[in-house]
């Protein structure tokens, strides 16, 4: 980070530096050209001193120091440069990208600040977030080294800015209202204005759900823990439990199998609390389908 800053300031001094050099040089061909308004010798030094003066007190973060300067030298007669506009541009384009970084630095804090008004419910999930500190420490480092990437990639401040917000999108907070009505606070991968990729989303006072969506719907692997502290395991097919799936109750009792349209149907087992077997066969829209005794003729 701090070779970045050092790099980031050589660049922009350069660009400005360069900038500041094409003007001065306009004034010295007028100069050459017999403009009547040409300055002494001591006067132009001057004028020249108060801008790189200006200039150094810019790339030190001093604003109101370079601002006063530069306005200073805009309020000469002989002067017909913008140097306040020019500084102001890079002031804005500065805090834009101090305010890209803030953004991404604040995305863990918000992990763990988000729904605090639900402190009984979160009680009892809390330790999902816990189990996913992994994978978001994934994320996070992944967002690091892209965001390292595109620093060394471009070399000036326009292209960088560009970049690094598209990076802050791609792993962001939203919240939106999904098809049962229930209000999502969700943290994760967002394309197209829409929850598309690995996530974690608080659902208001219903649990928490930690994998994969498509269009702000769970949609592949993933695992949801409800309030009372039944969990699940498993495929999702637009927000419903399809395919193989885990299903564990409170009271620890779990059933292993599958899955169609949120309900047990096909071939499943229901296990004990202590592992024996309760129940295993077919299962058709949530009933288990128990096996005839054959009747002896």
Known sequence: MKLFKKKYIIW??????VLL??????????????????????EKNQYYDKIVQANY???????????????ELEAQPYNDKQWAGLAKA????????????????????????????KELAM????????????????????????ENRLREAFSTQVQLSQEIEELKNAYAKMEFDNDDGQHVKYFGEIKAGKANG?????????GIYAGYWKDNIRHGKGKYIWANG????????????????????????????????????GHGTVYAKNGDVLLDGNWDNDHFIRKQKSQRK
């Not at 690995?198 to 219903?206: D, L, N, P, T």
Request: glycine fraction near 6%; charge should be negative; charged fraction near 25%.
């Open 123 to 146: 009680d009892s999930l809390m330790f999902v977030v816990q189990e996913e500190q992994c994978t978001f420490d994934s994320l996070y480092k992944e967002s690091l080294l892209k």
């Open 230 to 265: 039944d969990t699940y395991e498993g495929n999702f097919v637009n927000g419903k439990r399809e395919g193989y799936g885990v299903y564990t109750f409170a009271s620890k009792e779990k059933y292993v199998g599958e899955w169609d349209h949120d309900v047990r149907d």
């Open 21 to 42: 050099i094409a003007l001065l040089g306009t004034a010295f061909l007028k100069t050459r050209n017999g403009d009547e308004s040409k300055l002494p010798q001591n």
């Open 57 to 71: 007190s810019l790339l030190q973060n001093n604003y109101s120091e370079a601002l006063e300067v530069y306005h």
């Open 12 to 17: 922009s001094s350069i660009t400005l530096n």
């Open 90 to 117: 890079f002031i804005a384009s500065q805090d834009k990208y101090r305010n890209s970084i803030d953004s991404l630095r604040k995305v863990v804090g918000f992990l763990y600040s988000i729904n605090k008004e």
């Open 198 to 206: 690995y996530g974690i989303a608080f659902f208001e006072s219903k």
